[in-house]
């Protein structure tokens, strides 16, 4: 009977000492990891454009780390949505097309001769992208327009649109080698996403 | 009227990059290189054994050929384009090379099949394949069929020694009559090595007429022959140095340090063992294989070392006389991680890179 | 290798001791270094060195790039159409990196326009086109005698002025590596041209010899470089005896090594001659050195010696389909095709046209491409000469490219993962050192084109970051929007809440006061305030509803504007973007099944109907039969009579008018209980309008025709339309008198208490008067129910009055709701300016105020049921 007072003894103060130590090691050696929500957010593209039914590219990121789809996000494509399964080891999926295709990127691009100058795209822009003043003719900081789409909706004389980013000399570069074709390389069926 | 209209290469193929000038090498060079080089060791072969190498050679080049030509017409590619690289060919070559003289047809059916369908193209095709498919085939008849395996013929110069073309014709295919392969056949210095507990290595050269100067008997002659191949090849600039002298190396160190004289427990000497079995072929022409190989020269040489020691415990203490198809597959599995840790150190840069990327 | 660069140390040492010595000594003593990897492409350099460098004849044209240097392309200085001479800076460098162009002749800027370039892309990019006039006359140079009188940053910004930017190939501009942050000790020109066919620095080196030199004194000056090396490659046997014999008794060495490509890389360069690494990401500045191309050092002895910008350059022109290849003194801005044809061109063979060398050079699919600062060859190759490449087989990990690196990369497994698209495992196999030689492309018993892959990941890589900084910057604006919204948000409300303190202090204290009107004084507004803001409501319900189909108007965009019918052209846009929007509503309300459905689809019903009725009066008005599909508000431009355009013109003003008084008193609204100035803002905005209103009145009446609701809403129309130039006079002198009460009342609000008597008379007086005009008017048109709602304002407030007047005179407006909703909000308006009045009046004024205010409230109450029977 002793002896099992002592055994119980024994493994109680055992107890206490390891669970001493792991709350002490879990206060003193705490590693102040990146919140989950931030390294989602840094993925994302910060388009701001709520394609995904979230006000903004954070909101979707807080509803991704609580278990959202992660191929709700149109701007950021099928790399996006890779490399969030790939952060959040999942596996990835096709881009939900509900919330739309993945488009080459674009800018947005006031018509000037057409602006009235109402400031109301200025008050849509997510990243003030959007210079004027009310009655002042607006026009589009390109570098820093990230091709939402916010801006064409509350254009009350439809003198926004989207162009697609022309490549230019300095932005031109090299294609990875055609494959091939009955060759060496791939045929039709090889290609990502149609194999069996 | 300043277009350039008599080819544009931009119009049919898209815009091609840099260097615009190609330099003399190929894959088909390279490949029709290695053929040339085996030449030698295949007349030695030829001549110590009996004509049932080169036919086994030719009968394993037609099927790997046949193989490569069903697979890719499978998976609706260019069969021309594919067999003109001769990687076929080669394997099927290694093959015949490595199989015993007389073995049956179905033997080198099954072994060269096995290794081309699923040792190759099954990964992929040429390239991708983690095996050596020549060796994987070889293993695959070894493990299945032991007795047709380990049938050696007795080499020129002794009793049994059969150089009809008709006997090795008929007794690897079963058209006519053949010979008894189980009558005449006869073990291989290495088997007769391994498996001697009593003799001392003096006694058992005298007592095996097998054994005949520095190793066994046309095994010596054999084994100078791919040397002569291999320093060809490395002289043609085909593979480095690195991988054959890492592998010769690691042999002549294992057999110094296990030699223990020349008693009965004896595994034999460096020079026995360099000259005997597989050990030049493999060295020269097997453990080059530049696809299932390690990439960087260091780490071919850490390869080769690796091939050398492991064929060399194989043959003192393992199960089978000789080991070069069980240690080249086994060092084929190390050799990703032998790529991580010996990537040359890239200009400007301190250090050389090790193993994977880092992920933050 | 790796002990080999790890001690370069006791070289340098070696050297310096030796500078005394003659070159001979020096330049066979001096140690060189193997250089990692490389081959030995066959070289074709013979076949154009056969004759001396020669200068075609001068083009017709010239086209010169903006962007011929690595970095911002050049700024342009001149128009088109200027005359310029040979020399004359013609585009300034647009930054830090970034280089300036010259005339390379005297001649005529004939366009800025977008022309093919010499570029692996084959796209366009602006070049400014010179006509050249034969003459070749040179601008005004300014020489140097003696460089040592000058510092080197004198030096470096002749350099900078002179345009030169490197002549070897990659164009980095010359006067940004003059002035490095670091102490530099040695100075490498770099005569190696290991490219195969290329012999432009060859020539350069055996007939310029001396300028070389010369040069490199001025680059060793500038620099303060204490020893200069000159690498050469050992199959120029004429260029290093030349280059030898210039240097005699100088302080250069000629440092010849034994031919390998790439040993012309400035790393590998550097390799071979000193044993160090460039660290990867820096520069061999950061080692004390610093490389240029023998070329660059001729232009810059040009430029300092002889003031001569970089205006040409030693090209070679070769390739098998030319009869004469050769070298030539090429203007900069040449085209290719004049070029060739002066080297004899057999058109027939040209198959590739490569600018640059074999391995590092790109071809080009047209000949009308000029020659840049960068370009050292041009080679015209037949078929032959530069065969397809074969189809790219697999790759067998032979590890040839690996052998062939110079930077000793491991190109095959770059080549997987850059098939793979695996950015990580490229960027950790160090892709960004690779040099793109093409030493492994060349050597590839595959043929895989090992290059272009690492230049797509490259490329996608560099997308792949400028993409992610760009997102980061976004993310970073967004928050500060956030921020900065937040902040306003909370800003507006402590204002507001200051405001209401005052205000409720203010009122305290009157109460205290006045016990009498207490109950009155402090119910009144909030009572004001409902109304105004359910009549707002309603008057934003009515106009909402009807305003878009009244606005409905042809869409056809018109050419030349005035401002007017600018403004016309916004309304019509706006309608028609509302209407869209709204059928955009109801297909998206379809499509996600909503039960707005119902309600959509009879707004959109009902603006159909109303624009159907609009199109038919306007039509009638504009006796236009233009096609018209009402529902999707499509309809043709009818041709507006001159008179009719006019009109509506005016109608346009008006609406404008009515639009800023709306702004003007929902701000005064939003801000009733805030300082005077917002008020005195509101009525000053209601005098601009009344101004703007006046011009309508003035102008010819008859709207009844244009107006489209003029059907729909007859009495509204009755009322306006005969309006006699009796009518016209009357309400300029309204307008007037209304103005004069404004004043009046501007006056008592800032007065001080013993004026207020008079001005409280005079301002009687004026609503007296305006009043009296008021009903004058009203006399000549028919009361309906809006007039009767502003008639009973107009005997009681001044801005009522105001409002009145306003009313009237925008005649042409479309709808009774929206006057409806003016009249209201002008009302309100009214009522504000009584209570604040009341707020800062005397005592003895308060009364009469008051009952103002309640008059005012009452005819709110008004206005509000009235719209609310319309709507």
Same mark, same amino acid.
């Given at each position: 009977m002793e002896i099992v007072l002592y055994a119980i003894g024994a493994l109680l103060a055992l107890a206490l000492i390891f669970g001493a130590i792991l709350g002490f090691a879990s206060i003193r050696f705490k590693v102040e990891g990146n919140p989950i929500v931030d390294q989602i957010n840094e993925i994302l593209p910060q388009t701001q454009c709520g394609q995904c039914g979230y006000p903004g590219c954070r909101p979707y990121a807080e509803a991704i780390a609580n278990g959202d789809a992660i191929n709700k996000c149109p701007p950021g494509g099928q790399a996006t949505i890779n490399t969030l399964a790939d952060l959040l080891d999942v596996e990835p999926e096709p881009l939900d097309a509900e919330h739309g295709q993945e488009s080459v990127t674009k800018v947005a691009f006031i018509r000037e001769a057409e602006c009235i100058g109402c400031t109301k795209c200025i008050q849509a822009c997510p990243v003030d992208a959007i210079l004027g003043a009310a009655k002042q003719m607006h026009t589009v900081i390109s570098d820093e327009c990230t091709g939402c789409d916010l801006c064409v909706e509350p254009c009350p004389v439809d003198c926004i649109e989207m162009r697609p980013v022309d490549i230019t000399v300095r932005t031109w570069s090299w294609e990875l080698p055609q494959p091939n074709h009955g060759k060496a390389g791939l045929i039709a069926t090889d290609r990502r996403g149609q194999t069996v | 009227m300043a277009l350039i209209n008599s080819r544009?290469?931009? /119009?049919?193929?898209?815009?091609?990059?840099?260097?615009?000038?190609?330099?003399?090498?190929?894959?088909?060079?390279?490949?029709?290189?290695?053929?040339?080089?085996?030449? @030698?060791?295949?007349?030695?072969?030829?001549?110590?054994?009996?004509?049932?190498?080169?036919?086994?050679?030719?009968?394993?080049?037609?099927?790997?050929?046949?193989?490569?030509?069903?697979?890719?017409?499978?998976? $609706?590619?260019?069969?021309?384009?594919?067999? /003109?690289?001769?990687?076929?060919?080669?394997?099927?070559?290694?093959?015949?090379?490595?199989?015993?003289?007389?073995? @049956?047809?179905?033997?080198?059916?099954?072994?060269?099949?096995?290794?081309?369908?699923?040792?190759?193209?099954?990964?992929?095709?040429?390239?991708?394949?983690?095996?050596?498919?020549?060796?994987?085939?070889?293993?695959?008849?070894?493990?299945?069929?032991?007795?047709?395996?380990?049938?050696?013929?007795?080499?020129?110069?002794?009793?049994?020694?059969?150089?009809?073309?008709?006997?090795?014709?008929?007794?690897?295919?079963?058209?006519?009559?053949?010979?008894?392969?189980?009558?005449?056949?006869?073990?291989? @210095?290495?088997?007769?090595?391994?498996?001697?507990? /009593?003799?001392?290595?003096?006694?058992?050269?005298?007592?095996?007429?097998?054994? #005949?100067?520095?190793?066994?008997?046309?095994?010596?002659?054999?084994?100078?022959?791919?040397?002569?191949?291999?320093?060809?090849?490395?002289?043609?600039?085909?593979?480095?140095?690195?991988?054959?002298?890492?592998?010769?190396?690691?042999?002549?160190?294992?057999?110094?340090?296990?030699?223990?004289?020349?008693?009965? #427990?004896?595994?034999?000497?460096?020079?026995?063992?360099?000259?005997?079995?597989?050990?030049?072929?493999?060295?020269?022409?097997?453990?080059?294989?530049?696809?299932?190989?390690?990439?960087?020269?260091?780490?071919?040489?850490?390869?080769?070392?690796?091939?050398?020691?492991?064929?060399?415990?194989?043959?003192?203490?393992?199960?089978?006389? #000789?080991?070069?198809?069980?240690?080249?597959?086994?060092?084929?599995?190390?050799?990703?991680?032998? #790529?991580?840790?010996?990537?040359?150190?890239?200009?400007?840069?301190?250090?050389?890179?090790?193993?994977?990327?880092? $992920?933050? | 290798m790796?002990?080999?660069?790890? !001690?370069?140390?006791?070289?340098?040492?070696?050297?310096?001791?030796?500078?005394?010595?003659?070159?001979?000594?020096?330049?066979?003593?001096?140690?060189?270094?193997?250089?990692?990897?490389?081959?030995?492409?066959?070289?074709?350099?013979?076949?154009?060195?056969?004759?001396?460098?020669?200068?075609?004849?001068?083009?017709?044209?010239?086209?010169?790039?903006?962007?011929?240097?690595?970095?911002?392309?050049?700024?342009?200085?001149?128009?088109?159409?200027?005359?310029?001479?040979?020399?004359?800076?013609?585009?300034?460098?647009?930054?830090?990196?970034?280089?300036?162009?010259?005339?390379?002749?005297?001649?005529?800027?004939?366009?800025?326009?977008?022309?093919?370039?010499?570029?692996?892309?084959?796209?366009?990019?602006?070049?400014?086109?010179?006509?050249?006039?034969?003459?070749?006359?040179?601008?005004?140079?300014?020489?140097?005698?003696?460089?040592?009188?000058? !510092?080197?940053?004198?030096?470096?910004?002749?350099?900078?002025?002179?345009?030169? !930017?490197?002549?070897?190939?990659?164009?980095?501009?010359?006067?940004?590596?003059?002035?490095?942050?670091?102490?530099?000790?040695?100075?490498?020109?770099?005569?190696?041209?290991?490219?195969?066919?290329?012999?432009?620095?060859?020539?350069?080196?055996?007939?310029?010899?001396?300028?070389?030199?010369?040069?490199?004194?001025?680059?060793?000056?500038?620099?303060?470089?204490?020893?200069?090396?000159?690498?050469?490659?050992?199959?120029?046997?004429?260029?290093?005896?030349?280059?030898?014999?210039?240097?005699?008794?100088?302080?250069?060495?000629?440092?010849?090594?034994?031919?390998?490509?790439?040993?012309?890389?400035?790393?590998?360069?550097?390799?071979?001659?000193?044993?160090?690494?460039?660290?990867?990401?820096?520069?061999?500045?950061?080692?004390?050195?610093?490389?240029?191309?023998?070329?660059?050092?001729?232009?810059?002895?040009?430029?300092?010696?002889?003031?001569?910008?970089?205006?040409?350059?030693?090209?070679?022109?070769?390739?098998?389909?030319?009869?004469?290849?050769?070298?030539?003194?090429?203007?900069?801005?040449?085209?290719?095709?004049?070029?060739? +044809?002066?080297?004899?061109?057999?058109?027939?063979?040209?198959?590739?046209?490569?600018?640059?060398?074999?391995?590092?050079?790109?071809?080009?699919?047209?000949?009308?491409?000029?020659?840049?600062?960068?370009?050292?060859?041009?080679?015209?190759?037949?078929?032959?000469?530069?065969?397809?490449?074969?189809?790219?087989?697999?790759?067998?990990?032979?590890?040839?490219?690996?052998?062939?690196?110079?930077? !000793?990369?491991?190109?095959?497994?770059?080549?997987?993962?850059?098939?793979?698209?695996? +950015?990580?495992?490229?960027?950790?196999?160090?892709?960004?050192d690779c040099i793109e030689c093409g030493a492994c492309s060349f050597v590839c018993p595959s043929s895989i084109p090992l290059v272009q892959y690492y230049r797509a990941s490259k490329g996608a890589i560099r997308t792949q970051e400028a993409k992610h900084a760009k997102s980061e910057r976004s993310k970073q604006r967004y928050e500060g929007r956030l921020a900065r919204l937040e902040q306003e948000k909370a800003e507006k409300e402590a204002k507001r809440k200051a405001n209401a303190e005052r205000a409720a202090k203010l009122k305290a204290a009157k109460a205290a006061e006045n016990t009498e009107s207490d109950a009155k004084a402090e119910e009144d507004p909030i009572q004001a305030a409902i109304a105004r803001a359910k009549a707002r409501k309603a008057a934003a319900a009515a106009g909402s509803s009807e305003s878009t189909p009244a606005r409905q108007e042809p869409s056809a965009p018109s050419q030349q504007l005035s401002a007017k019918q600018k403004e016309l052209k916004v309304q019509l846009s706006m309608a028609k973007a509302q209407a869209k929007k709204t059928e955009r509503a109801l297909a998206a309300a379809e499509a996600s099944g909503n039960g707005d459905i119902e309600q959509l689809k009879s707004n959109l019903q009902m603006l159909n109907d109303q624009v159907t009725k609009l199109q038919q009066s306007f039509d009638e008005s504009a006796q236009s039969d233009a096609a018209n599909d009402s529902n999707k508000n499509k309809s043709a431009k009818p041709v507006l009579s001159d008179d009719e355009k006019k009109r509506k013109v005016e109608l346009a003003m008006a609406k404008a008018a009515l639009k800023k008084a709306e702004r003007a008193l929902a701000e005064a609204v939003e801000s009733n209980n805030e300082s005077t100035e917002s008020f005195q803002q509101a009525v000053d905005e209601c005098q601009a309008k009344i101004k703007s209103l006046e011009v309508v009145v003035l102008a010819p009446p008859a709207e009844t025709a244009i107006t489209p609701s003029a059907d729909a809403k007859p009495s509204a129309k009755k009322a306006k339309a005969p309006l006699s130039d009796e009518a016209k006079k009357l309400k300029i002198e309204s307008a007037m008198a209304n103005a004069a009460v404004k004043k009046l009342q501007r006056a008592i609000t800032s007065a001080s208490d013993d004026e207020l008597e008079t001005l409280k008379q005079q301002l009687v007086e004026a609503q007296q008067k305006a009043a009296e005009m008021q009903q004058a008017l009203d006399n000549l048109t028919n009361g309906n129910v809006g007039e009767a709602a502003v008639e009973s304002s107009v005997s009681e407030t001044p801005s009522a009055g105001v409002s009145a007047s306003a009313k009237k005179a925008k005649a042409p407006l479309s709808d009774e709701a929206k006057k409806l909703k003016i009249e209201s909000a002008m009302a309100n308006a009214a009522v504000k300016k009584l209570q604040r009045a009341i707020a800062s009046a005397g005592e003895d004024e308060l009364d009469t105020l008051k009952q103002q205010l309640a008059e005012a409230e009452q005819k709110a109450a008004d206005m509000k049921q009235a719209l609310e029977i319309l709507s």
């Open positions: - | 544009s290469s931009i /119009s049919q193929r898209g815009r091609e990059t840099s260097p615009h000038t190609l330099g003399q090498n190929s894959t088909q060079r390279v490949m029709n290189l290695v053929i040339m080089a085996t030449i @030698p060791g295949l007349i030695a072969q030829t001549v110590f054994f009996g004509w049932g190498t080169l036919i086994n050679v030719l009968w394993c080049s037609l099927i790997a050929m046949g193989c490569e030509a069903a697979v890719v017409s499978l998976r $609706k590619r260019s069969v021309s384009f594919y067999l /003109s690289d001769c990687s076929a060919l080669v394997t099927g070559l290694l093959l015949g090379l490595a199989l015993p003289p007389f073995a @049956p047809w179905w033997l080198s059916l099954v072994a060269v099949s096995f290794g081309m369908v699923i040792g190759k193209h099954l990964y992929g095709g040429l390239g991708q394949n983690p095996f050596n498919p020549a060796m994987l085939g070889y293993v695959l008849v070894l493990i299945s069929f032991p007795q047709e395996m380990t049938t050696w013929l007795p080499p020129l110069g002794l009793e049994g020694h059969n150089n009809s073309l008709t006997d090795a014709l008929f007794t690897i295919f079963p058209l006519g009559q053949g010979v008894s392969v189980d009558a005449i056949s006869m073990a291989t @210095p290495l088997d007769v090595l391994r498996e001697n507990k /009593s003799l001392t290595i003096n006694e058992l050269w005298e007592a095996n007429p097998v054994f #005949d100067g520095l190793a066994g008997r046309g095994w010596m002659w054999v084994n100078l022959a791919y040397l002569a191949g291999g320093v060809f090849l490395i002289w043609r600039k085909v593979f480095t140095w690195h991988a054959p002298v890492g592998m010769l190396a690691a042999i002549a160190v294992m057999a110094t340090l296990f030699w223990s004289g020349t008693g009965s #427990d004896s595994h034999g000497s460096p020079l026995f063992h360099l000259l005997s079995g597989a050990t030049m072929l493999g060295a020269f022409f097997i453990i080059t294989d530049p696809v299932s190989g390690a990439t960087s020269n260091r780490g071919r040489l850490i390869f080769g070392a690796g091939v050398g020691v492991m064929v060399y415990v194989i043959r003192a203490w393992g199960g089978y006389p #000789d080991g070069v198809a069980f240690a080249t597959l086994l060092m084929n599995m190390a050799a990703p991680t032998i #790529d991580y840790y010996t990537q040359p150190r890239t200009y400007g840069h301190r250090k050389a890179n090790k193993g994977l990327p880092k $992920k933050d | 790796n002990a080999i660069a790890k !001690s370069p140390a006791p070289q340098h040492l070696d050297t310096q001791s030796h500078v005394s010595r003659s070159q001979v000594i020096a330049s066979s003593e001096r140690k060189i270094w193997p250089l990692t990897g490389g081959v030995h492409p066959e070289e074709n350099k013979h076949q154009s060195t056969g004759c001396p460098v020669s200068v075609p004849p001068l083009p017709k044209t010239l086209v010169l790039p903006l962007s011929q240097h690595a970095g911002a392309p050049a700024d342009p200085i001149i128009s088109v159409g200027d005359q310029v001479l040979k020399g004359q800076m013609i585009a300034k460098a647009s930054g830090f990196v970034s280089a300036a162009l010259h005339a390379p002749t005297s001649g005529i800027i004939t366009a800025i326009e977008n022309r093919p370039i010499p570029h692996a892309s084959g796209m366009y990019d602006l070049c400014i086109i010179l006509d050249t006039d034969g003459q070749d006359q040179w601008c005004e140079l300014a020489p140097v005698a003696d460089y040592r009188q000058l !510092s080197s940053e004198e030096l470096v910004e002749k350099v900078r002025n002179a345009g030169i !930017s490197g002549m070897g190939g990659a164009g980095f501009p010359t006067a940004i590596k003059l002035a490095p942050n670091t102490t530099i000790n040695t100075l490498i020109l770099n005569g190696t041209e290991c490219e195969p066919y290329i012999t432009a620095d060859d020539m350069l080196m055996r007939e310029k010899a001396e300028a070389v030199i010369q040069g490199a004194e001025i680059l060793q000056y500038m620099l303060g470089a204490q020893e200069c090396l000159i690498g050469i490659e050992d199959n120029k046997p004429e260029a290093i005896s030349a280059m030898r014999k210039a240097a005699t008794g100088k302080n250069i060495y000629i440092v010849v090594f034994p031919t390998i490509y790439p040993s012309g890389g400035e790393k590998q360069l550097i390799q071979i001659l000193t044993g160090q690494e460039v660290p990867s990401g820096k520069l061999p500045a950061d080692l004390g050195m610093v490389v240029q191309n023998v070329g660059t050092a001729v232009s810059v002895k040009e430029a300092i010696l002889e003031g001569k910008p970089l205006i040409s350059r030693i090209t070679t022109l070769t390739g098998d389909a030319l009869a004469t290849p050769q070298n030539v003194d090429a203007l900069i801005g040449t085209l290719a095709e004049d070029l060739l +044809h002066y080297a004899a061109l057999k058109e027939s063979e040209l198959a590739t046209l490569v600018f640059g060398g074999p391995m590092m050079g790109f071809s080009v699919d047209r000949m009308d491409i000029p020659v840049i600062k960068t370009s050292n060859c041009l080679i015209a190759a037949t078929q032959d000469e530069f065969p397809d490449a074969p189809d790219a087989q697999a790759c067998i990990r032979c590890g040839h490219c690996a052998e062939a690196c110079p930077s !000793s990369l491991l190109p095959q497994q770059l080549y997987w993962h850059a098939k793979a698209e695996n +950015h990580e495992q490229l960027m950790h196999h160090n892709l960004f």
